[in-house]
């Protein structure tokens, strides 16, 4: 009796223990990468059937001209960092695995072949040692190199991949083709300020290149970078469960990005210069797949670089990192005014993926291009036109079979649906007319009052689950991001979302729309995580403009926290001479170039170079008076009004969390 009577409740309080166990297991959510689903399995099944997915003709032209690779692959910085690994994407072997669309997976394929190849007699390319192609031409004494990556690591490397198999050569010309860091990157490599001067390098750049070449990731900057990390897969780890590629190519490099300016413009079409002895003729295209861009011809070789306004697939006239939308209607002219120009072209490369051979290819590589980006803008305009709202034209199927068809037409970069939307924004903007949209509920707040009409989480949750069950993971990641953004601590939303969006990402053909979806179920899983992405080193923040440095400074400034504060400052630059009259009011700040406030509160005289150490390098004022680098008269607390009030913006902020 007594035995019995102390052995029950040891044996009640283990089955109850277990008991709370087994709950507790039931409700701890599985947050693992998981294997392609059955639905999509036969999705991608289905999608290989509906396409011949590259072509004989790109394949071989992906390895034409092959002549060596690295040795090692793997490129590091000073600091023994791998901001590059030629290799990362061996896995690309044999037919797509149920995770990725096959479709991306063969372009991939291409897009990872890497090494230098010959173009035609004179120019040789570097490519998949960053994400976009370093072009080399044999001038009468040295090189001109055309695009110098995007990292000064991966320029030197592919360098000496040059130099091993063609032979060591002066650089004597570099051309940028564009303002995107990718195109200027890697420049200090090859080439310094110095050895400009004394060797007489020439840095030729389109109309407007420095301004552009900072302007558009200055003021927007942390946001575009964030989303970046998505459109890139930064956050990814290379796989069959992970990136693949973008499309255009790989992932951007992790190196050290600089900036040479250019030495010379070119301001119109159809200029020539002679470089090197090597004739070129240029033509702008500008704001394109750029604001400031431009194309050019080398006559003597009958080769024509597009830049990268005509690529081996679509492009983007909106890119979901949050650039400004593009003219496609501008840009479709400019690709066939191509045709007119430069007809004798019987071989074009680019920036990005590989080169074309043969005057007939190359002349439907471009009136495919154009028609391309001329649909975009027509057929978003035709739909708009008919009344169609933008997520309703972002669900168009309808696209030209011709350019289905064409490799070099497919969304594999841009997509139809995003660029469609971008088309529309770019005229109509983000408005669809409907006055039940024009003043929503923030998205936090909206989230949780939509998850309380359906029920609760849990009634959000059954149905979001019912509708992966049945494949539609487009649905369920709607009800799932109601339930995450209404709580984001409630980990079986965030599980389930990841679910459902990990799957729509291994249907998709484009590689960008796959690092979206993928780099948002990793972040739903495991948290945000630092991210090693950036385009701003030293040499592209000291070659903003003072314009560009008080405009970001206004951006900065908390206006709450200024409410009713009248501040005039008189900005004196010792070095240069210029004046600036800052003025604070209504919470505002404005900036004027030559003005010259009668009554300041206080007047800074500091050099250009001072005044970078100051904001960028964080130098207390005090520290830079005391060296002789500044002299401050008037009211220094006045200064404090507005340099103790700007936000330091978090570069981790949550995407698909609140």
């Not at 010379?264 to 470089?275: P, S, Y």
Request: glycine share 8%; net charge neutral; charged share 20%.
């Amino acid at each position: 009796m007594n035995i019995r009577a102390t052995r029950l409740p040891k044996k009640t309080a283990w089955l109850a223990a277990l008991t709370v166990a087994v709950n507790a297991a039931a409700q701890t959510p599985d947050l693992s990468p998981k294997p392609a689903s059955p639905q999509t399995l036969a999705a991608n099944k289905a999608f290989a059937a509906t396409r011949d997915v590259v072509g004989k003709q790109e394949t071989e032209d992906a390895t034409r001209g092959l002549i060596g690779r690295l040795d090692n692959p793997e490129i590091k910085d000073a600091a023994g960092n791998v901001v590059w690994d030629g290799d990362k994407q061996a896995f690309l072997k044999g037919d797509a695995p149920g995770t990725v669309n096959p479709s991306l997976w063969q372009a991939s394929k291409l897009t990872a072949q890497h090494g230098l190849f010959k173009v035609t007699e004179g120019i040789w390319q570097v490519r998949n040692y960053d994400i976009d192609n370093m072009t080399i031409v044999a001038g009468k004494t040295g090189w001109i190199v055309i695009d110098p990556t995007m990292s000064v690591e991966t320029a030197k490397a592919g360098m000496a991949l040059v130099e091993k198999h063609l032979g060591k050569r002066p650089v004597r010309a570099m051309i940028y083709t564009h303002t995107h860091a990718d195109h200027f990157g890697g420049a200090r490599a090859l080439v310094d300020e110095a050895s400009i001067k004394a060797q007489g390098i020439r840095i030729i750049a389109p109309d407007g290149f420095m301004e552009n070449a900072i302007a558009e990731n200055v003021l927007a900057g942390n946001a575009m970078t964030r989303r970046a990390q998505y459109q890139f897969g930064s956050p990814l780890p290379y796989g069959e469960r992970g990136a693949v590629g973008v499309g255009l190519g790989s992932k951007l490099s992790l190196g050290t990005v600089s900036l040479i300016a250019p030495t010379e413009t070119i301001t119109k079409t159809g200029q020539e210069l002679v470089v090197d002895g090597v004739r070129i003729v240029f033509q702008l295209a500008p704001s394109t797949e750029a604001p400031s861009e431009m194309l050019f011809y080398f006559p003597d070789m009958k080769a024509l670089c597009l830049a990268e306004d005509v690529n081996k697939t679509m492009h983007n006239i909106y890119t979901l990192r949050g650039a400004k939308a593009r003219d496609a209607l501008g840009w479709s002219k400019y690709v066939n005014e191509l045709l007119d120009l430069f007809p004798d072209a019987e071989v074009a490369f680019g920036s990005h993926t590989w080169p074309t051979w043969g005057k007939d290819r190359v002349v439907n590589l471009i009136t495919k291009q154009r028609d391309m980006f001329r649909f975009i803008n027509d057929e978003a305009l035709r739909l708009a036109n008919s009344g169609q709202k933008m997520d309703d034209i972002g669900n168009a199927a309808y696209y030209p079979k011709a350019l289905t068809d064409e490799y070099a037409t497919r969304g594999y970069y841009g997509s139809l649906s995003h660029n469609l939307r971008g088309a529309y924004s770019y005229y109509l903007g983000w408005y669809d007319g409907n006055p039940a949209t024009l003043y929503r509920y923030p998205v936090a707040e909206s989230a949780r009052r939509y998850v309380a009409a359906l029920g609760g989480a849990n009634a959000v949750l059954t149905q979001a689950r019912a509708a992966a069950d049945a494949g539609d993971y487009r649905w369920a990641a709607e009800l799932g991001n109601h339930a995450v953004l209404a709580d984001g601590n409630n980990m079986q939303a965030r599980a389930l979302q990841a679910d459902a969006l990990e799957q729509i990402g291994y249907q998709s053909e484009n590689g960008v729309w796959r690092n979206e979806y993928l780099s948002a179920a990793k972040e739903l899983r495991e948290g945000v995580k630092p991210v090693q992405l950036s385009v701003q080193g030293p040499d592209v923040a000291r070659a903003m403009t003072l314009e560009q440095i008080f405009d970001l400074i206004a951006v900065r400034l908390n206006h709450a926290k200024v409410e009713g504060r009248d501040v005039g400052i008189n900005f004196v630059l010792t070095d240069t001479g210029e004046r600036y009259a800052l003025e604070l009011s209504n919470t505002v700040l404005n900036h004027t170039k030559g003005r010259v406030l009668t009554k300041p509160a206080a007047t800074l005289s500091i050099s250009r170079n001072a005044l970078f150490k100051m904001l960028v390098a964080r130098v207390p004022l005090p520290d830079l008076i005391k060296a002789g680098e500044a002299k401050l008269d008037g009211d220094g607390a006045a200064l404090g009004t507005i340099f103790a009030n700007l936000d330091t913006f978090n570069p981790n902020f949550g995407v698909v969390t609140p």
